[in-house]
């Protein structure tokens, strides 16, 4: 990607509730009870899949009419002490004086973002504390989530008005990437626009990073471009898990987005750490990452095939790995993990056809087969490249098998 | 197949169980001039298939579009099989529009 | 092909047969010569130094002074790295001393060659101070390793201790062309300066880099060949990325790690060992920077005994040392 000025999420985030792709419904509704005072129910629990415009929605109306947004974000502490400490002083008249409240801003409205992050114990009394603070509010609150129908959940939507979001059409979503790249001033096939706009699946914000990831200055973007959006789509959880987890803005986002997501393990922390210097290009947030990312693996190491209790260990610290610094982040295509392509060739039967060569080297050379394996294999495979029928290999008394093996060691 | 006006459309006379449970998913029912219109979309699938089964007919709502303002079927559109809100009462961009990379000045938006 | 085969590897076919075929070394020839006079006094030996000095092939040349051409017979060579634990070298042990009880003429013990013994472990050297202990009517020990401080307190005040030091320059060229010469091959002064500087005091590495070098070109080592075949070298790749990390370029030291790993087949803990050992030999780096780095490696080192991924932990390592790096540098330029 050569474009790196700045993140087109976040340039082109709406200002304007015009300026969000779908959802009209959804909109007309959340205004309408934004503006009603004496409306009966005092909070508002907008729900759908992830980058469909909800949190947008409510910066872009906040910003329309001057409301102050506290926000809150899941998980980030959700024990009834955490949200009082921070959700109390919105629900008082005197303490409103303390927020910045000018002659413009009509008040201040408390969002809590991510609700359905509230996870078990960790959250003692989380959910029955936002009930207390809605019941308690003099200010309009707002929440989000992406999957209201978990059961904790239930209690919320006594006390809310609920606003279902759907995923943005595909029509939408190339609409919107047409303007993009006109003012990106990007030339691009309408293919192409189509295949992002498909493979997105309604996420608008997907969609316009993989359209920023995709795109080069003096380049016409072709469906050709896209063809890596394919390879993803074959597992399609675990490229919408990995784009989740870079750009996470907190460490609840991504622990959120870990719980929630059917990924292998194993195969995310790999993907993850071969792609890890492509997100933190910075070498003190890089090696930060990577301590967190390393304790993760020795975590999961430690969960084996039964201690499964321990996998939110793996989850906090891959998370936090996440989170270093969510502002350096940029799109990026992800890269397939070497070290699969290494393990594939390093078979069990070659490793023990190396085993074996090691051996017979320590015996006529009185050397332990570490050594055999750093300093006199690297060394006879050179004598090979020149001489395929090196008479050492006759004095070494190797196999056919493993003759053929040293021939065959490549460069990787 | 059956095409309605989301805004106002009718329907037989129903019991009424059925009828508090059409409020329920979201219809509000105009007595003046006798028709039914879609007030919350929360849940416009369960709704759309309690109104199918009334009428025994499949049900389809046209799309709006946002640029030209003209509303169309989604029959029309090649998205269609991919598309989660399909005949859904919800806004869209005609196939039309779509093809017409310069949009009209005034839906262009300022960023 | 029978074991009067010459050897083809040079590492073999110029190593020294007995001790008076030894160069350099003087003093321990001496002392272990006054030992051969009376073999019945004879202790248990200690070799100990860095790589590549002799330690094996005084140990070889012992046994071939005390039981002569069959020597092999009487002999068991053993390297702690490659048994799986102190129970195999016990088992093989025991072994070989039923066998060799039926006597080996005036010499009344067995010899026991235990490469590489500092890499056991605390309580298996407990164990092989009691088989030790048990076998010394019948067998003698000769232990070879890198570090004595490694070896207990109880092994080493039933050795007697020789301590190996680097070969010289001087000795090592003059080593290396000799070999050259029976080779029938030219080695350029420049070249054998490069082979010097790159084994650094390890001869073995010398006469592999020499061979290998040989082989490329008919009849002549020049230096850009020795460039050539040392820059493929593991150690070399090693200490590259090592470098590239501490200069801040990630990737790249990443890649050379891919490399290594695909190229050799080396394991994660294979790896981090020769991070070890070649971080040791650097000499841009200095000492507290060693240490620094060295307990960096030892943290990830456990990681990765908890049954970690290697290449994760590895990659988080180069990491660590790209941010040292870093540190380093801005320490020089608050300065």
Not at chain 1, 329 to 355: A, D, E, H, M, V
Not at chain 2, 21 to 36: S, T
Not at chain 3, 1 to 29: Q, S
Request: glycine content about 4%; overall charge positive.
């Amino acid at each position: 990607m050569q474009r790196n000025e700045s993140l087109w999420v976040e340039k082109y985030r709406p200002k304007k509730k015009e300026d969000i792709m779908g959802n009209e419904e959804a909109k007309e509704l959340f205004v309408e009870w934004l503006k009603n005072k004496r409306h009966t129910k005092k909070a508002v629990l907008l729900y759908g899949p992830p980058g469909v415009g909800k949190t947008a929605l409510v910066n872009a109306v906040a910003n329309e009419f001057n409301y102050n947004v506290i926000e809150m974000n899941a998980s980030d502490t959700r024990s009834e002490k955490a949200i009082n400490l921070l959700a109390k002083p919105a629900t008082s008249y005197t303490a409103l004086d303390n927020f910045t409240k000018t002659k413009e801003t009509k008040g201040n409205v408390l969002f809590l973002d991510e609700v359905d992050g509230i996870a078990g114990n960790e959250d003692r009394g989380g959910v029955n504390a936002i009930i207390k603070i809605v019941e308690k509010s003099l200010v309009p609150v707002i929440m989000a989530a992406n999957n209201p129908e978990i059961d904790k959940l239930r209690p919320l939507k006594k006390v809310c008005l609920l606003i279902r979001f759907q995923q943005v059409r595909i029509p939408l979503v190339i609409a919107l990437l047409q303007k993009i790249c006109i003012t990106e001033n990007i030339k691009a096939e309408f293919e192409a626009l189509e295949r992002i706009a498909q493979n997105s699946r309604g996420d608008v914000r997907s969609a316009i990073n993989d359209l920023q990831s995709l795109s080069e200055e003096n380049h016409i973007l072709t469906i050709q471009d896209t063809i890596i959006l394919n390879s993803r789509n074959k597992d399609i959880s675990m490229d919408d898990t990995l784009r989740g987890f870079f750009s996470a803005q907190s460490i609840a986002e991504a622990s959120n987005l870990l719980r929630y997501s059917n990924v292998d393990y194993d195969e995310f922390i790999l993907t993850v750490s071969d792609n890890l210097p492509k997100r933190y290009s910075n070498n003190e947030e890089l090696s930060c990452a990577y301590d967190y990312v390393s304790q993760a693996d020795v975590f999961r190491g430690r969960v084996g095939f039964e201690n499964w209790h321990l996998l939110k260990y793996f989850y906090n610290s891959l998370a936090q790995a996440a989170a270093v610094n969510p502002n350096s982040y940029k799109p990026f295509t992800f890269i397939t993990p070497p070290i699969k392509i290494i393990t594939l060739f390093w078979t069990k039967s070659k490793r023990t056809i190396l085993g074996n060569i090691c051996n017979k080297i320590g015996v006529k050379c009185h050397v332990s087969q570490d050594k055999a394996k750093s300093e006199f294999v690297p060394f006879i495979k050179s004598m090979l490249d020149k001489k395929k029928a090196h008479p050492i290999l006759a004095w070494f008394n190797f196999t056919a098998e493993e003759v053929n093996f040293l021939n065959e060691m490549k460069r990787f | 197949m059956i095409v309605l006006n989301k805004n106002a459309f009718k329907l037989p006379r129903v019991e009424k169980e059925k009828f508090v449970n059409l409020l329920r998913l979201g219809l509000e029912y105009n007595r003046d001039k006798n028709v039914y219109l879609i007030k919350s979309y929360n849940n416009i699938e369960k709704l759309m298939d309690t109104i199918s089964s009334i009428l025994g007919v499949e049900v389809v709502f046209l799309q709006n579009c946002i640029r030209c303002g003209k509303d169309f079927p989604c029959k029309e559109c090649n998205y269609k099989d991919l598309c989660a809100t399909k005949n859904l009462p919800f806004s869209c961009v005609c196939p039309q529009c779509l093809r017409n990379m310069k949009p009209k000045q005034d839906t262009l938006v300022d960023f | 092909m029978g074991i009067n085969e010459e050897p083809l590897m040079w590492v073999e076919k110029y190593r020294p047969k007995n001790l008076d075929e030894v160069i350099g070394l003087h003093d321990i020839v001496e002392s272990l010569k006054a030992f051969m006079r009376n073999p019945k006094t004879m202790p248990h030996l200690m070799l100990t130094g860095v790589p590549g000095t002799g330690k094996t092939t005084i140990a070889l040349a012992i046994a071939h002074e005390l039981y002569g051409k069959n020597w092999r017979n009487f002999t068991l060579e053993l390297n702690a790295s490659d048994e799986r634990g102190i129970d195999t070298v016990r088992d093989r042990i025991k072994d070989f001393s039923r066998y060799s009880r039926s006597g080996f003429g005036d010499i009344p013990f067995a010899l026991i060659i235990l490469d590489e013994s500092d890499q056991m472990t605390g309580p298996a050297q407990t164990a092989l101070r009691r088989i030790m202990e048990i076998g010394s009517r019948t067998s003698r020990f000769i232990l070879i390793c890198n570090q004595s401080s490694k070896i207990i307190e109880p092994i080493q005040s039933r050795c007697a201790i020789f301590r190996f030091s680097r070969v010289d320059r001087q000795a090592m060229k003059e080593h290396l062309q000799e070999i050259a010469k029976k080779e029938k091959v030219e080695l350029q002064p420049e070249a054998a300066e490069r082979i010097v500087e790159y084994s650094e005091g390890d001869l073995r590495h010398a006469i592999n880099a020499l061979q290998t070098a040989a082989a490329y070109k008919e009849g002549v080592v020049d230096e850009k060949t020795v460039s050539l075949v040392i820059g493929e070298a593991s150690p070399i790749q090693v200490q590259k990325m090592i470098r590239k990390a501490l200069y801040g370029d990630f990737m790249e030291s990443r890649k050379t790690m891919y490399e290594i790993m695909g190229s050799y087949g080396f394991s994660g803990s294979e790896i981090i060992r020769q991070i070890q050992r070649e971080l040791f030999k650097m000499s841009d780096i200095t000492p507290e920077q060693k240490a620094d780095l060295s307990n960096i490696i030892g943290e990830y080192d456990y990681r990765l005994t908890q049954g970690a991924n290697s290449d994760i932990q590895l990659s988080a390592l180069l990491a660590q040392f790209a941010k040292y790096g870093k540190d380093i540098e801005e320490n020089y330029a608050a300065k």
